[in-house]
């Protein structure tokens, strides 16, 4: 039987690596782009696949129409995954020009390629649980409305909905994965949960002597990549493309995971003060402390997903808990 071929844009990111590895086990003949940039930046990906003849990389970018034009035509994709953008939502707010045009138009171009090359290419667009914001709901699902609160969220809104459109109006199997927070051993360190683990474990070896963090309080429903990339595919096999949310109907607050963290570190955190002047301390050692760099002009207070329509129709369910997810990012940090 021929070998399926999957186009992967955002290859070197912390679902790229994963999304591959799985496809790979899956016996895809897996194709993947990245960007040029002055240092290696596909540290991700080579550690795992630098030798197998099944993966391929490409030079690309999704702000350069032609090149995804080319890699399309050439490559002759049966399924596309669009994982590539500018992914952190605090710098969107610091460039918010350019991360409009990776992740909203960048899904546009993709999607326009698809349409004038290959029809039956089928496409993944990396949704977000940022589009919902502060969205009034307690708990968000495919029905809750958006109101999203960064330039990120906005862009990926207008992705969210190009998808459906292109769907509806063309007939392409065009589809939405709403993926709430997912991390790993693998995450970049500048988003929260990689950055209280590093700084943990390097306060604890002497190597760091402050974590400074943002807003504490911000809640977030937090799940493992493995299994966020298993529904990327699981959604891709589907008869009829559709979207659905991604979670694990679980929260906790940024507090609440740094304790969780230092605990298995065996650190107990005495808090003292609020607001800005809130600090962490351990054996009266000040080892956290807040600053407003570090919070955003306007947050996204709290997430929490309802994945029912995943389970009853993928089949899918989160086989990774918090404890899972903290375990591996310390054994790997
Ligand atoms: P990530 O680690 O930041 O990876 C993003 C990838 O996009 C990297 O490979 C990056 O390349 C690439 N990229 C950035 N700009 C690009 C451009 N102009 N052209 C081509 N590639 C570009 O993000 P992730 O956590 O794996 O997330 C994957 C996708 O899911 C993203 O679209 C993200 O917005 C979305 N998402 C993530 C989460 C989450 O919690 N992780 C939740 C919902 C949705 P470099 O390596 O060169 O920077
Ligand atoms: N990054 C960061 N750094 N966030 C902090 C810090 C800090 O020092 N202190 C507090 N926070 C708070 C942020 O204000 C936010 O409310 C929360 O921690 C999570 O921040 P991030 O880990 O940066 O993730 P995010 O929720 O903004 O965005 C991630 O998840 C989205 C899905 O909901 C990214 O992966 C997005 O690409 C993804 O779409």
Known sequence: MKKKIALIFGVTGQDGSYLTELLLKKKYIVHGVKRRSSLINTSRVDKF????????????????????????????????????????????????LYTADVDALGSLRILEAIKLTNKKIKYYQASSSEM?????????????????????????????????????????????????????????????????????????????KKLILGNLYSIRDW????????????????????????????QFSVKKFTELVAKKLDMKIIWKGKGLNEKGFVKNKEIISVNKKYFRPTDVNQLRGNFRKAKKQLKWTPKHDINYLIDEMLEIT
């Not at 109006?169 to 683990?197: D, P, Q, W």
């Open 223 to 250: 799940g493992h990549a493995k299994d966020f990339v298993f529904a990327m595919w699981k959604i891709m096999q589907m008869k009829k493309p559709d979207d659905y949310v991604i979670s694990t109907n679980k």
């Open 49 to 96: 696949f630098y030798n197998n003849k099944q993966f391929k990389m490409h030079y690309g970018d999704v702000t350069d129409t032609a090149s995804i034009f080319t890699l399309i035509k050439r490559i002759k994709p049966d399924e596309i995954y669009n994982l590539a953008a500018q992914s952190h939502v605090k710098v969107s707010f610091e460039i918010p």
């Open 132 to 208: 919902f914001g502060n969205s009034g709901k307690k708990i968000q699902d495919e029905k809750t409305k958006f109101n999203p609160q960064s330039v990120y969220g906005i862009s990926k809104v207008f992705s969210f909905f190009v998808t459906k459109n292109y769907r509806e109006a063309y007939s392409m199997y065009a589809c939405n994965g709403i993926l709430f927070n997912h991390e790993s051993s693998r995450r970049g360190e500048t988003f929260v949960t990689k950055k209280i683990v590093q700084g943990l474990v390097n306060i604890k070896k002497g190597k760091q």
